[in-house]
């Protein structure tokens, strides 16, 4: 193996060296990289590429950068951690981009993130059309995030909290001393509110809808807050003469109209529970006065082009482009002014302002444009993006900032992108190298890596058995390296080890699921049928509609139809991310609409196997998630030192004070505050980082103690265990997906996508297949080497061997080759995608004039024939 390979290659600089890095599974790997190039870090899901790229060379970018930023400042920045290694020389100041799914609040746009909302909102404040006689606006004026620009009304949220009617009275035949209305307290106070109407003449004892349409208004939407006089222990009639005749009340009582109370309560009260009742009889709503567009009236008045600023923020980019196009134009006119007739012509300091602002959105627009993200629109909430479209989104930023001089650290770049928009992706990269920086990539697809100047092989397996340099050095370097798992895949153009031969032909369905209609998102009345019994692959360029589909759609319409529950959030929509507590800040969940036909009674569980972690924190882990860790902590409850001590199961666990560690409380770590430095995350000193008092220690079975046990891989529990068939069956089904190296109680915040997918599917299976399952995966194969690609194809085909379903969204040709069936969606993105292109099988779809995905697919198969 090669430990340090110097740069060889003419042309390359000379870079950066690594000593004794140690970060993860990283075996004080030394290696040295060139600088002003592009480097790619491949090697198998687990070898250690993210803890050399990220974790080692990227932290330690960003720990010296800290050391010049002044104390006060460090203690307001997100540190990354202090990286485990002897030495690194040459490192230049880095900015990474990682796959993630954190994008910024509900109130963060594509707009906010590429800066180009500033541009646009500078172009409607110089060269917008304005009514006649208004005065010219700044920039800030059209930001709904400005007290400047945000309608008064709803306060730039959009949204306005109502207190609808029948809320407020959910029984119009009740009279007000029963209870019409509802949304009044009770008790005390409400009784003075009651008394209050009969002073103020109101029957409280007829049914509410007999009272007059005016005294209902008034006392449900009443603003004014008079004091009215309040006579106790007197009828209704006796009262009424107390007011005529001015006898002197017993006190003053301050009135509230229902809806005034309700708002007023939700808004002041310090009382939680109140405030939740205050809640329940309110609803939001477009805000009347801004439409929704959360602009104030001035602004929402000025147009370019014919568009307010928010319908020209709701444009798909490339309609945006082209509309910007015309402006550029010698002979352009405004539409406006163009509408209107008018023969004035256009100042030439307007034309001069709109055509250089227009020219600059047009520059930040392309790399945008370029990365295949057209069918965005600027107004579009970044929570809502795939991690792919983020990444590309902060790529195509970061090749506008002209950066000179700096390394970027990109984690799959090629993540989500369909293979036509590869090239794009390539010169977006190539960019940022002739720009003067160092671009370093850690990367699975082919295609992109045989463009890198430079690889990095990292193995030659996983976990432990990685965390070495295979290979340092030009591409074609590595076609003789036997020890790479990667060089197979770059020279021999393998076809799935796993997948079926040529020779077999497709497997016939046994049956039908017909959508019918459908219509969500860019899905407007589609309908496409899918088979069962089969694997299908849906394919297509981003935003095309696949994921909403196979994701969302067909879930939802399935769901009346199931006997068991969705699993993995199937009907996860795409407010995702937008959740609040606050219900003007949340978004309504989306829905599906249309039908669905055929062998549906065929299905009876739908699971959904995603790349979402399988934890937020360090406490789950892959013990826990499997179930697994449930039958060991039985088995240790079982053993006889236990059972003369009375330790039950829980003992076990280090989430209960029982048998825990008192000191870090099962964490195994303690934090360590160092003020202007990056928090440390130290062995706990009592425990010694096992997370367990010692008396639960004590316990063994098999020689092991419990902490002993976690430590494990999977591949030694197995030994471990080989008498137990129940914990065997766990194991060896996580063994089948090629997570031998993991060990039991390896955190689930530090499972990469892929790692957390295929935990996923080891657990489902290990069930009883009965047959009955449909299986939906969204781009299953993003962020797995291809060799661990072929192992997950081995399995879903086993699955469909046992007369199960699965449908998988997929970019990589050589797994799409592989399928019964191709479902090929398009023909463009967003609004010009949402149809079925070609469908049949691969042969077929590869075939197919008008798809994009076609000469992609046919290549694929001409090297697995």
């Known amino acids: ?153 709803c306060h730039g949220i959009g949204q306005v909290y109502d207190v609808p009617l029948h809320l407020m009275v959910p029984d119009d035949s009740l009279s007000i001393r029963d209870g019409a209305l509802a949304a009044w307290p009770t008790a005390w106070h409400g009784k003075q509110l009651r008394d209050s109407l ?46 005529a005749a001015g006898v002197e009340p017993r006190y003053m009582s301050t009135f509230l109209g229902v809806r005034r109370y309700v708002l007023d309560t939700f808004a002041g009260s310090k009382s939680a529970r109140m405030r939740e009742k205050a809640a329940s009889f309110m609803e939001s709503v477009r805000c009347p006065l801004c439409d929704g567009r959360r602009l104030k009236p001035e602004a929402l008045a000025v147009t370019f082009e014919g568009y307010d600023v928010t319908r020209f923020a709701g444009l798909p980019l490339e309609d945006l482009a082209a509309l910007l196009d015309n402006v550029l134009s010698p002979d352009w006119m405004p539409a406006e002014i163009v509408a209107a007739s008018a023969a004035e012509p256009l ?265 979402k972690p399988i934890g937020r924190t360090p406490r789950s882990n892959v013990a826990t998630y499997t179930g697994l860790f449930d039958r060991i902590r039985a088995l240790f409850a079982a053993s006889p030192e236990a059972r003369s001590r009375r330790y039950p199961a829980s003992r076990f666990s280090f989430n209960l004070p029982s048998g825990r560690c008192p000191t870090c409380k099962g964490e195994g770590t303690v934090q360590v505050e160092l003020l202007f430095l990056p928090t440390v995350h130290a062995p706990c000193s009592t425990c010694g980082g096992t997370r367990y008092n010692p008396e639960t220690l004590e316990i063994r079975l098999h020689g092991a103690n419990i902490a002993d046990v976690l430590g494990m891989s999977v591949r030694d529990a197995r030994e471990l265990f080989v008498d137990d068939a129940e914990v065997t069956r766990h194991l060896d089904a996580l063994l089948d997906v090629g997570l031998g190296y993991i060990p039991l109680g390896q955190p689930a915040t530090e499972l990469s996508g892929g790692e957390a997918q295929r935990v996923k599917l080891a657990s489902e299976l290990r069930r009883a297949q009965r047959g009955d399952t449909l299986y939906l995966l969204d781009e299953p194969t993003s962020g797995l080497h291809p060799a661990d690609a072929d192992r997950l194809l081995g399995h879903l085909q086993s699955l469909v061997d046992g007369g199960n379903t699965v449908v998988i969204v997929e970019h990589d040709m050589r797994i799409v080759a592989q399928a019964d069936w191709v479902i090929d969606m398009g023909p463009g993105a967003g609004d010009a995608g949402g149809q079925v292109v070609a469908q049949g099988t691969p042969r077929d779809v590869s075939a197919a004039s008008g798809s994009v995905t076609a000469p992609f697919l046919a290549a694929a198969i001409a090297a697995r024939d």
Not at 57 to 67: M, N, P, S, V
Not at 418 to 442: C, K, Q
């Open 198 to 243: 009969i002073s103020l003449g109101y029957d409280i004892d007829v049914p509410w809808r007999d009272l007059t349409q005016e005294q209902r208004d008034w006392a449900l939407l009443t603003d004014e807050s008079p004091q009215v006089p309040i006579y106790t222990d007197r009828s209704p009639a006796d009262v009424r003469k107390a007011v």
């Open 1 to 153: 193996m090669v430990e340090a390979v110097p740069p060889a290659r003419s042309g390359l600089t000379p870079g950066i060296v690594v000593t004794g890095a140690r970060e993860h599974n990283l075996q004080s790997v030394a290696v040295e990289i060139p600088r002003d190039a592009l480097v790619a870090f491949t090697g198998v899901s687990g070898s250690g590429k993210s803890s050399l790229a990220f974790g080692t060379l990227y932290a330690e970018a960003q720990r010296r950068y800290f050391e010049s930023v002044a104390p006060y400042a460090r203690r307001l920045i997100s540190q990354v951690g202090v990286p485990d290694v002897d030495a690194i020389t040459g490192l230049p100041p880095a900015v990474a981009l990682p796959q993630q799914r954190n994008a910024g609040s509900a109130r963060s746009t594509v707009g906010s993130a590429t800066t180009i909302g500033s541009v646009v909102r500078m172009l409607f404040s110089r060269a917008g059309t304005y009514p006649a006689g208004a005065a010219m606006l700044f920039a800030e004026d059209f930001s709904a995030n400005t007290v400047q620009g945000a309608c008064p009304e």
């Open 347 to 611: 100042a030439p300091e307007k034309r001069l302002a709109a055509q250089r602002l227009v020219r600059e959105l047009l520059d930040r627009l392309s790399p945008i444009l370029d990365l295949g993200l057209g069918y965005l629109s600027l107004d579009r909430a970044t929570p809502t993006l795939s991690s792919g479209e983020l990444q590309r989104m902060r790529l195509a930023t970061q090749v506008l900032s002209q950066l000179f001089g700096v390394m970027f650290v990109l984690d799959e770049p090629s993540a989500g992108l369909h293979p036509a928009d590869t090239e794009a992706l390539l010169r977006i990269l190539r960019a940022l190298r002739d720009g003067g920086n160092t671009v370093y990539f850690v990367e699975h697809s082919v295609d992109v890596i045989r463009h890198a100047e430079w690889i990095v092989d990292i193995g030659p397996g996983a976990g432990a058995a990685g965390g070495t340099i295979v290979y340092s050095g030009p591409l074609d370097g590595l076609r003789d390296v036997e020890a790479s798992v990667t060089r197979r895949y770059l020279f021999d153009n393998a076809s799935p080890r796993e997948g079926r031969p040529a020779a077999i032909a497709p497997r016939e369905p046994d049956g039908h699921l017909t959508l019918v209609d459908v219509v969500r998102n860019n899905l407007t009345g589609l309908s496409v049928s899918i088979p069962l019994g089969c694997l299908t692959a849906v394919t297509g360029i981003s935003g095309s509609g696949k994921s909403t589909l196979v994701t969302q759609a067909l879930p939802d319409l399935l769901k009346a139809n199931l006997s068991s529950d969705l699993n993995d959030a199937a009907t996860e929509s795409e407010s995702e991310g937008l959740a609040s507590d606050d219900p003007l800040l949340s978004v309504a969940p989306i829905t599906t609409a249309g039908s669905v036909s055929g062998s549906a009674a065929r299905v009876s569980r739908v699971v959904q196997v995603s790349q």
